[in-house]
């Protein structure tokens, strides 16, 4: 039987299609200013017994599509334990939100942190601060470990933080040291969200940020447990989604 | 609206344009979230009656009653004694302070980081938008929290007569010395308001006309740990909200007859929501009209609301005053005792919340609670921590929400909302 699970996100939409307990597929699209659209090309052509929504817009596909939905805390959940059954708290750092989840032994959510209202310390505000130092995000990532130091960034509102990047420059700051202390300031964000979870062994980091190596050598050093990343990290919720479809075939 | 209220409230100087945009967003949002529900009880074509005269006939009321001699006195808190205002024969209503209404106004006067409840005061009276407001010969402000208290002292210089009553901050014999003190205090401020001399007797027949609304509301409390829930989580809102502007007799029968119709739906086993639906208690800040915002999006999230723990609802409403005793003295000392129960999280330190919404939640069957802060109450805020914490030591779960009147963190609030529901009676997970 096939599964498919589709993640609605504010940057992204992803899909995965589950078949016998084997991922078969997954792509990632743009959102884009009309993401239903995008969501009916992106499902054209496949075939599958059920179909599961998540993500920001889920509601919106749901009305489409009349498909049951589950949270992306649930999504994300669930997606971790498929790639890492041992997992016990999960990051995801996506285009317009930061969420953790605690698991329990049995794998259920004891807790979650979400930020709320505005983007500060997502993937939407790495990409502003990657753009206005004229990084692709692909570099960002790189060049930031080769700094000797960081420069300290003290405000997380996106506006204000790309005022300050730009000051730093202005002021003789080297490049690489500013694009480290926004990877620092991003990272103590989301350790504040992981802090409020309690204790926990091991950390699954999904999202489009978990890309990046050096938000990945940050959180393994200041955490000190195992940090584990998916091959596709951006497909974790609707990898989720497609195993809550599996769940409701099997019942 | 039958009547035309129009000339009444053109004399009130209320300003008819705003007034009239005001009325057509709470009509709008009264469809939305109070008619569209299912299976409502018929009974809650009282509320909706009384709703829909809000602005009308209830202030036509009000001023037919000053028109005899009789006095308004609006409050914004439950620690102000609604049995010496009946005992007067004046009458007593909460003021309008639950929507994003004139917060441009309001921002003149206050910093923008003051709670909502706060700037929404002021923008309804800066905006002339409130006919309670607009009725009342005498406003009284408390001083439950720093935002309260100071604003209070800019609100004088727009509203005529505020009256500030003193709230202590612990519940020490000093304190509750302070208390009683106040309360006698008051009780002189509202005869001087009035010409009419607090007896035993007066005071006795308006602790009882309380006391008889409060049990009607206990009473609908207790029906709501039924599972199947006989009536939804906003309706028993409205219904508490309703409470603070309705005469508390004509309100009393009412509810009282809501509940003999939620006793024959328990009999039948029928419900709003199936057997076995996630149920929510809700546990924070008072949730004021026209602020339905959070339960709308609990109740639209699979859930049932089965208890409000809040000064608009079980907080505010618990516990009776002793009708026993027969002089003054005695009746007041009752009366201090009741009020000085209520556990506001103004008050250090305040277990006594704690337990009881470990109480409630427990009677009510909750399968959580979700807390609710105005954004910027520190009270509240702050007090979720420890709140959250021994809530943990009895198993029961807890989402902090922390937001304000605006529609624009909806979306994230319902993520949160669902994802919380969503916990609830997880199977282990099988790979």
Same mark, same amino acid.
């Given at each position: 039987?096939?599964?498919?699970?589709?993640?609605?996100?504010?940057?992204?939409?992803?899909?995965?299609?589950?078949?016998?307990?084997?991922?078969?597929?997954?792509?990632?699209?743009?959102?884009?200013?009309?993401?239903?659209?995008?969501?009916?090309?992106?499902?054209?052509?496949?075939?599958?017994?059920?179909?599961?929504?998540?993500?920001?817009?889920?509601?919106?596909?749901?009305?489409?599509?009349?498909?049951?939905?589950?949270?992306?805390?649930?999504?994300?959940?669930?997606?971790?334990?498929?790639?890492?059954?041992?997992?016990?708290?999960?990051?995801?750092? /996506?285009?317009?939100?930061?969420?953790?989840?605690?698991?329990?032994?049995?794998?259920?959510?004891?807790?979650?942190?979400?930020?709320?209202?505005?983007?500060?310390?997502?993937?939407?505000?790495?990409?502003?601060?990657?753009?206005?130092?004229?990084?692709?995000?692909?570099?960002?990532?790189?060049?930031?470990?080769?700094?000797?130091?960081?420069?300290?960034?003290?405000?997380?509102?996106?506006?204000?933080?790309?005022?300050?990047?730009?000051?730093?420059?202005?002021?003789?700051?080297?490049?690489?040291?500013?694009?480290?202390?926004?990877?620092?300031?991003?990272?103590?964000?989301?350790?504040?969200?992981?802090?409020?979870?309690?204790?926990?062994?091991?950390?699954?980091?999904? /999202?489009?940020?978990?890309?990046?190596?050096?938000?990945?050598?940050?959180?393994?050093?200041?955490?000190?447990?195992?940090?584990?990343?998916?091959?596709?990290?951006?497909?974790?919720?609707?990898?989720?989604?497609?195993?809550?479809?599996?769940?409701?075939?099997?019942? | 609206?039958?009547?035309?209220?129009?000339?009444?409230?053109?004399?009130?100087?209320?300003?008819?344009?705003?007034?009239?945009?005001?009325?057509?967003?709470?009509?709008?949002?009264?469809?939305? $979230?109070?008619?569209?529900?299912?299976?409502?009880?018929?009974?809650?074509?009282?509320?909706?009656?009384?709703?829909?005269?809000?602005?009308?006939?209830?202030?036509?009321?009000?001023?037919?009653?000053?028109?005899?001699?009789?006095?308004?006195?609006?409050?914004?808190?439950?620690?102000?004694?609604?049995?010496?205002?009946?005992?007067?024969?004046?009458?007593?209503?909460?003021?309008?302070?639950?929507?994003?209404?004139?917060?441009?106004?309001?921002?003149?006067? !206050?910093?923008?980081?003051?709670?909502?409840?706060?700037?929404?005061?002021?923008?309804?009276?800066?905006?002339?938008?409130?006919?309670?407001?607009?009725?009342?010969?005498?406003?009284?402000?408390?001083?439950?929290? %720093?935002?309260?208290?100071?604003?209070?002292?800019?609100?004088? %210089?727009?509203?005529?007569?505020?009256?500030?009553?003193?709230?202590?901050?612990?519940?020490?014999?000093?304190?509750?010395?302070?208390?009683?003190?106040?309360?006698?205090?008051?009780?002189?401020?509202?005869?001087?308001?009035?010409?009419?001399?607090?007896?035993?007797?007066?005071?006795?027949?308006?602790?009882?006309?309380?006391?008889?609304?409060?049990?009607?509301?206990?009473?609908?409390?207790?029906?709501?740990?039924?599972?199947?829930?006989?009536?939804?989580?906003?309706?028993?809102?409205?219904?508490?909200?309703?409470?603070?502007?309705?005469?508390?007799?004509?309100?009393?029968?009412?509810?009282? +007859?809501?509940?003999?119709?939620?006793?024959?739906?328990?009999?039948?086993?029928?419900?709003?929501?199936? +057997?076995?639906?996630?149920?929510?208690?809700?546990?924070?800040?008072?949730?004021?009209?026209?602020?339905?915002?959070?339960? !709308?999006?609990?109740?639209?999230?699979?859930?049932?609301?089965?208890?409000?723990?809040?000064?608009?609802?079980?907080?505010?409403?618990?516990?009776? $005053?002793?009708?026993?005793?027969?002089?003054?003295?005695?009746?007041?000392?009752?009366?201090?005792?009741?009020?000085?129960?209520? %556990?506001?999280?103004?008050?250090?330190?305040?277990?006594?919340?704690?337990?009881?919404?470990?109480?409630?939640?427990?009677?009510? +069957?909750?399968?959580?609670?979700?807390?609710?802060?105005?954004?910027?109450?520190?009270?509240?805020?702050?007090?979720?921590?420890?709140?959250?914490?021994? !809530?943990?030591?009895?198993?029961?779960?807890? !989402?902090?929400?922390?937001? %304000?009147?605006?529609?624009?963190?909806?979306?994230?609030?319902?993520?949160?909302?669902?994802?919380?529901?969503?916990?609830?009676?997880?199977?282990?997970?099988?790979?």
């Amino acid at each position: 039987m096939v599964s498919l699970g589709i993640d609605i996100g504010s940057r992204t939409i992803k899909v995965a299609v589950l078949e016998d307990g084997h991922l078969k597929f997954s792509h990632v699209s743009d959102s884009s200013y009309d993401p239903m659209a995008i969501a009916h090309k992106l499902l054209e052509g496949l075939e599958y017994d059920s179909i599961t929504a998540t993500g920001y817009g889920r509601h919106n596909f749901k009305a489409h599509f009349d498909c049951p939905v589950i949270s992306e805390i649930k999504a994300f959940g669930q997606g971790a334990l498929f790639f890492f059954p041992e997992t016990a708290a999960i990051l995801d750092i /996506g285009g317009q939100d930061t969420k953790t989840i605690l698991l329990d032994a049995s794998g259920r959510v004891s807790k979650f942190e979400m930020n709320d209202r505005c983007a500060a310390g997502t993937g939407r505000f790495m990409e502003i601060m990657a753009n206005a130092l004229h990084y692709t995000m692909t570099e960002f990532g790189k060049v930031a470990r080769t700094a000797k130091s960081a420069e300290k960034i003290s405000s997380m509102c996106t506006v204000f933080a790309e005022s300050e990047v730009v000051s730093l420059i202005n002021s003789g700051a080297d490049r690489e040291g500013v694009a480290l202390g926004i990877h620092e300031a991003i990272a103590s964000r989301a350790l504040t969200m992981l802090g409020k979870l309690g204790d926990f062994k091991n950390l699954v980091f999904a /999202g489009g940020v978990a890309y990046n190596p050096c938000m990945r050598q940050i959180l393994a050093e200041r955490l000190g447990i195992p940090i584990l990343v998916p091959v596709d990290p951006q497909i974790v919720g609707a990898v989720g989604a497609a195993l809550e479809g599996v769940g409701r075939l099997a019942s | 609206m039958a009547a035309d209220y129009r000339p009444m409230w053109t004399e009130l100087g209320m300003d008819l344009k705003a007034h009239d945009a005001l009325l057509d967003a709470l009509g709008k949002a009264y469809q939305d $979230v109070f008619l569209s529900q299912k299976v409502r009880p018929e009974g809650m074509s009282y509320l909706d009656f009384v709703m829909s005269e809000v602005h009308g006939l209830r202030i036509k009321e009000l001023n037919d009653a000053r028109a005899t001699g009789r006095k308004v006195v609006g409050t914004f808190c439950v620690f102000v004694p609604e049995e010496i205002v009946l005992a007067a024969d004046a009458i007593c209503v909460g003021l309008c302070a639950g929507a994003e209404f004139g917060f441009e106004e309001a921002e003149k006067l !206050l910093p923008r980081n003051t709670c909502g409840l706060i700037k929404s005061a002021f923008g309804f009276k800066l905006t002339k938008v409130c006919p309670y407001t607009q009725s009342s010969d005498m406003v009284v402000g408390e001083t439950t929290c %720093d935002g309260k208290k100071k604003a209070y002292e800019i609100f004088k %210089d727009i509203q005529p007569n505020v009256y500030i009553m003193e709230i202590p901050q612990m519940k020490n014999t000093a304190d509750r010395q302070l208390f009683a003190s106040e309360y006698w205090r008051f009780k002189e401020a509202v005869e001087k308001l009035t010409g009419v001399t607090i007896t035993a007797e007066r005071l006795k027949k308006a602790i009882i006309t309380v006391n008889n609304k409060r049990k009607a509301l206990h009473r609908l409390a207790l029906l709501r740990a039924t599972d199947p829930a006989p009536i939804s989580g906003l309706d028993s809102l409205l219904i508490n909200q309703v409470a603070f502007y309705d005469d508390p007799v004509r309100f009393t029968g009412a509810i009282n +007859k809501i509940c003999d119709e939620l006793e024959g739906r328990i009999k039948q086993n029928s419900g709003v929501a199936p +057997k076995h639906t996630p149920r929510v208690l809700i546990s924070g800040c008072p949730m004021s009209v026209p602020n339905w915002k959070l339960p !709308l999006v609990i109740e639209t999230s699979g859930a049932v609301i089965v208890g409000e723990e809040s000064c608009v609802g079980e907080r505010g409403q618990r516990n009776l $005053v002793d009708e026993k005793p027969h002089t003054i003295e005695g009746e007041m000392e009752a009366l201090i005792d009741r009020y000085f129960k209520i %556990d506001c999280a103004v008050f250090t330190p305040n277990q006594d919340r704690t337990d009881h919404i470990i109480s409630m939640a427990k009677e009510y +069957k909750a399968d959580g609670v979700i807390h609710y802060a105005l954004q910027f109450c520190s009270p509240y805020t702050v007090e979720s921590y420890l709140v959250e914490k021994e !809530l943990a030591k009895h198993g029961i779960p807890m !989402l902090k929400i922390e937001t %304000d009147y605006s529609m624009e963190d909806v979306g994230q609030l319902k993520t949160r909302i669902e994802a919380f529901i969503e916990t609830f009676r997880q199977p282990a997970w099988s790979h």
